[in-house]
C-alpha cells in the first residue's frame, strides 16, 4: 500500500511537471496505448529505409539480436559487414571486433541504381533490395539468431548468381599502439589500463585458419600479457592472488565464416578506412539462385583449443533446415519483445514531425540494445557494440587506428553504464537487464579480496572507472613511473592516483539499488 501511495504521488506529481512545461499534448495525446496485443502494425511506421548506398562505414544500419551487433552497409555496390559480440576482450581489456564481411555478388544487382536497404524492426533484420542488369529481382536478409550465436546472410535472386564471401581481418599481425600525448588516440581503447603507461602496448594477432570449405579465425588470451596478471602485481594483490577471479583465465573467442555452396579462391590485401587489411576470400562452386551465408561465433575458457574447435564445428554443421527453425524462433521473440511495453509519441506523423522523430529515435535504441540481452558482460555505454572506423568518428587515422578504436576504452564507468540499465526496468526488458550485474556479480571476489587484504574487514570494494576484472583499471590506480599517471610512493595501497574518482564509490550502492529495484520491478528470485 505504501508502494501504491508513492506511485500515484509520483505520477501526479508528474502530471504537474508536465502541464507547467506545456509538454501535454507533445506527450499525452501523442502517446497511444490502445493497441491490442499482437498488433505490431504501430511499429511499420518507424522502419528505417534507404534508397541510396552509403559513403562509408559510418552510413551503416545496426542488426541486432542475442548478443551480437552488426554495422550493416553497402558501399560501392559491396555488402560489408562489421561484426561486434559481447566478452570479445584482449589481453589489454579491450572490445574488439571478430572482422568483416565483404560480399560480392556477379551479376552484380546495386550498379544499375536500383537500391532499396531497410531496417525492419518487427522481424529484427536488414533487407537490401537490387537489380540485376535485366531487371530481375535480388534480395539480401542479414539477422542473427537469437539463441546461438550466429550471423545470417541469406541471398536470393530470380536468376542464378555467383557470390564472393570474404572474411577480413586487420589483426593479422601484432599492433603497437604508441604512448601517444591524449587518451583520446591510439590506447582510447584500452585507456582504462594503459594510458600514458611507459612501457609498451601492442593490439596482438589473431589466428587465422583457411580451410578448402571455411575460413575459421580467433583470439586466444595470452594471460603472461593480460591486464589482470599485471593489475595483481601492481596493486599489490599477491598474497591474495588464489582468491582472485581472472576472467580472461584460458579465454578463447572467434569464429567462422562458412557457406554450403563455397570455396576457397585466395587470399586478397587492402586498406579500409587507412588500416590495412588480408582477405581470405571464397566464391561459389557454381551460380545459384539462393545462397546461405554465415558466421559462427564462439567464446568459452577451457585449456585446450581443440575442445574450443570441437563446439565451433557444432555450429558449422548445422543442417539449413535449422535455420528455419531459428527464423521461426527469432520472430516469435521481437513479437514477445515489442509488445512488453510501447510508448508512442505523435504516432503517424512521420519524419517532418520533431517529436515523432524522438518516438522513433527510442524505438531504434531499444532495438540497438536488444543486441545485449544475452550478453557476458554490461552493454557498453561508449558505443556499444556497434563502434566503426575512428577515421569516420573523428578523423583520426593511421597505424594503430583500427576499427577496434572507442574512447574510454577497457573498463566500465559506473555511472554511465547504469543510464544503459535503469529505463530497462519500466520498458520491461528485464533480461536485457542481468548483463549489467554480470561485473558485479562475477567480480565480487576480487572486491571482497581487496578490502580485507588493505583495510582487514569484511566488505566489499567496487571502484568508479574498474577494469573488466573488476580490479581497478591500471591507468587509474597509477604506474611505478617518472611521468604521466604515476603513483606517489607514500600513497595508501588500494587508493587510485586518478583524483577524479579516487575516492568515488557510490556507484556500487547505486548498482546494489539497481538489483533490488529489479527485484521489485520484475519478481526474479534475488537470493
Known amino acids: 500500500?505504501?508502494?501504491?501511495?508513492?506511485?500515484?504521488?509520483?505520477?501526479?506529481?508528474?502530471?504537474?511537471?508536465?502541464?507547467?512545461?506545456?509538454?501535454?499534448?507533445?506527450?499525452?495525446?501523442?502517446?497511444?496505448?490502445?493497441?491490442?496485443?499482437?498488433?505490431?502494425?504501430?511499429?511499420?511506421?518507424?522502419?528505417?529505409?534507404?534508397?541510396?548506398?552509403?559513403?562509408?562505414?559510418?552510413?551503416?544500419?545496426?542488426?541486432?539480436?542475442?548478443?551480437?551487433?552488426?554495422?550493416?552497409?553497402?558501399?560501392?555496390?559491396?555488402?560489408?559487414?562489421?561484426?561486434?559480440?559481447?566478452?570479445?576482450?584482449?589481453?589489454?581489456?579491450?572490445?574488439?571486433?571478430?572482422?568483416?564481411?565483404?560480399?560480392?555478388?556477379?551479376?552484380?544487382?546495386?550498379?544499375?541504381?536500383?537500391?532499396?536497404?531497410?531496417?525492419?524492426?518487427?522481424?529484427?533484420?536488414?533487407?537490401?533490395?537490387?537489380?540485376?542488369?535485366?531487371?530481375?529481382?535480388?534480395?539480401?536478409?542479414?539477422?542473427?539468431?537469437?539463441?546461438?550465436?550466429?550471423?545470417?546472410?541469406?541471398?536470393?535472386?530470380?536468376?542464378?548468381?555467383?557470390?564472393?564471401?570474404?572474411?577480413?581481418?586487420?589483426?593479422?599481425?601484432?599492433?603497437?599502439?604508441?604512448?601517444?600525448?591524449?587518451?583520446?588516440?591510439?590506447?582510447?581503447?584500452?585507456?582504462?589500463?594503459?594510458?600514458?603507461?611507459?612501457?609498451?602496448?601492442?593490439?596482438?594477432?589473431?589466428?587465422?585458419?583457411?580451410?578448402?570449405?571455411?575460413?575459421?579465425?580467433?583470439?586466444?588470451?595470452?594471460?603472461?600479457?593480460?591486464?589482470?596478471?599485471?593489475?595483481?602485481?601492481?596493486?599489490?594483490?599477491?598474497?591474495?592472488?588464489?582468491?582472485?577471479?581472472?576472467?580472461?583465465?584460458?579465454?578463447?573467442?572467434?569464429?567462422?565464416?562458412?557457406?554450403?555452396?563455397?570455396?576457397?579462391?585466395?587470399?586478397?590485401?587492402?586498406t579500409y578506412a587507412e588500416t590495412p587489411f588480408k582477405g581470405w576470400k571464397y566464391t561459389s562452386k557454381e551460380p545459384a539462385k539462393s545462397h546461405r551465408i554465415r558466421v559462427c561465433m564462439h567464446i568459452d575458457q577451457v585449456e585446450e583449443q581443440n575442445v574450443w574447435d570441437a563446439a565451433l564445428q557444432e555450429l558449422i554443421d548445422l543442417a539449413p533446415q535449422e535455420d528455419a527453425e531459428a527464423w521461426k524462433e527469432n520472430q516469435q521473440w521481437w513479437m514477445e519483445f515489442w509488445n512488453r511495453s510501447h510508448l508512442l509519441i505523435n504516432s503517424g506523423r512521420g519524419e517532418e514531425d520533431a517529436v515523432w522523430r524522438i518516438g522513433r529515435n527510442y524505438q531504434l535504441f531499444r532495438y540497438m540494445l536488444a543486441s545485449n540481452v544475452s550478453g557476458r558482460e554490461s552493454t557498453q555505454f561508449n558505443g556499444g557494440l556497434f563502434t566503426f572506423d575512428p577515421l569516420f568518428v573523428n578523423g583520426r587515422k593511421g597505424p594503430g587506428y583500427t576499427p577496434d578504436h572507442r574512447q574510454w576504452g577497457a573498463g566500465l564507468t559506473a555511472q554511465n553504464q547504469r543510464m544503459m540499465v535503469w529505463p530497462l526496468l519500466k520498458s520491461g526488458d528485464f533480461d536485457m537487464v542481468t548483463p549489467g550485474f554480470s561485473l558485479y556479480l562475477d567480480g565480487l571476489p576480487n572486491a571482497m579480496a581487496r578490502v580485507r587484504h588493505y583495510w582487514k574487514h569484511d566488505g566489499c570494494c567496487f571502484t568508479e572507472q574498474t577494469a573488466i576484472t573488476a580490479l581497478p583499471g591500471a591507468a587509474i590506480y597509477g604506474f611505478d613511473q617518472t611521468s604521466g599517471r604515476s603513483r606517489p610512493k607514500d600513497l595508501e595501497p588500494g587508493i587510485q592516483v586518478n583524483k577524479a574518482c579516487a575516492y568515488i564509490y557510490e556507484s556500487q550502492l547505486e548498482y546494489a539499488w539497481l538489483m533490488l529495484s529489479f527485484y521489485q520491478f520484475s519478481g526474479v528470485d534475488l537470493s
Open 1 to 270: 500500500s505504501d508502494i501504491k501511495m508513492k506511485r500515484q504521488l509520483n505520477i501526479k506529481l508528474a502530471c504537474k511537471w508536465i502541464v507547467a512545461t506545456g509538454m501535454l499534448s507533445a506527450v499525452f495525446t501523442g502517446c497511444r496505448t490502445r493497441e491490442s496485443a499482437g498488433d505490431l502494425n504501430w511499429l511499420e511506421q518507424y522502419n528505417v529505409v534507404w534508397t541510396t548506398q552509403s559513403e562509408n562505414g559510418s552510413g551503416s544500419m545496426p542488426g541486432s539480436c542475442g548478443d551480437i551487433g552488426l554495422n550493416i552497409w553497402v558501399e560501392n555496390i559491396e555488402l560489408k559487414v562489421y561484426m561486434g559480440r559481447a566478452g570479445y576482450r584482449d589481453e589489454n581489456g579491450a572490445l574488439l571486433k571478430p572482422g568483416r564481411v565483404r560480399i560480392n555478388l556477379t551479376p552484380n544487382p546495386f550498379e544499375n541504381g536500383i537500391f532499396r536497404q531497410e531496417l525492419k524492426l518487427r522481424e529484427g533484420y536488414v533487407l537490401i533490395n537490387g537489380a540485376l542488369p535485366d531487371g530481375k529481382p535480388v534480395e539480401i536478409k542479414t539477422w542473427v539468431e537469437g539463441s546461438r550465436p550466429i550471423v545470417h546472410l541469406d541471398i536470393n535472386a530470380d536468376k542464378p548468381v555467383t557470390v564472393e564471401a570474404t572474411y577480413e581481418s586487420w589483426r593479422t599481425e601484432d599492433i603497437e599502439l604508441p604512448n601517444d600525448p591524449s587518451k583520446y588516440d591510439r590506447r582510447a581503447m584500452c585507456m582504462m589500463n594503459c594510458d600514458t603507461y611507459e612501457g609498451k602496448v601492442f593490439l596482438y594477432k589473431d589466428e587465422i585458419r583457411a580451410s578448402e570449405k571455411f575460413v575459421r579465425f580467433h583470439h586466444r588470451i595470452n594471460n603472461a600479457k593480460d591486464c589482470f596478471n599485471f593489475q595483481v602485481e601492481q596493486q599489490g594483490l599477491e598474497a591474495v592472488r588464489e582468491q582472485l577471479v581472472n576472467p580472461l583465465e584460458n579465454l578463447i573467442w572467434g569464429g567462422a565464416l562458412v557457406g554450403d555452396n563455397l570455396v576457397l579462391a585466395g587470399e586478397t590485401r587492402g
